[in-house]
Nanobody, 121 residues
Framework: HVQLVESGGGLVQPGGSLRLSCLAS????????IGWFRQAPGKEREGVCC????????VYEDSVAGRFTVSRDNAKNTVYLQMNDLKPEDTAVYYC??????????????WGQGTLVTISS
């Protein structure tokens, strides 16, 4: 059974940090590029960042570049999203997927259920 499960969300104050995890089961995560997405209340889902399967290269959306870092541990079948200097506008449900921004993997379309990140004082 193919599954992606996010964890690590929560409530933090502005300027704080969180690390999200995306654990894959039922398939080998290392074969796929993995993207993080978020959907804020009342807004469309947007791509946040992506990490390639081949060389681990990364791409970030402008508003998170320099604050967020995506990484992967293929031995643990897990991708991480380290989020620093969090801002209220980062509040959203965060999802991981076998997709990078607008590009979907042609062989596997897997999405997690999401984890809620709330930035508030």
């Amino acid at each position: 059974h193919v599954q992606l499960v996010e964890s690590g969300g929560g409530l933090v104050q502005p300027g704080g940090s969180l690390r999200l995890s995306c654990l894959a089961s039922g398939f080998t995560l290392g074969y796929y590029a993995i993207g993080w997405f978020r959907q804020a209340p009342g807004k469309e889902r947007e791509g946040v960042c992506c990490i390639s399967s081949s060389d681990g290269s990364t791409v970030y959306e402008d508003s998170v570049a320099g604050r967020f870092t995506v990484s992967r541990d293929n031995a643990k079948n897990t991708v991480y999203l380290q989020m620093n200097d969090l801002k209220p506008e980062d509040t959203a449900v965060y999802y991981c997927a076998t997709a990078c921004f607008e590009t979907r993997d042609p062989t596997l379309d897997a999405w997690g259920q999401g984890t809620l990140v709330t930035i508030s004082s």
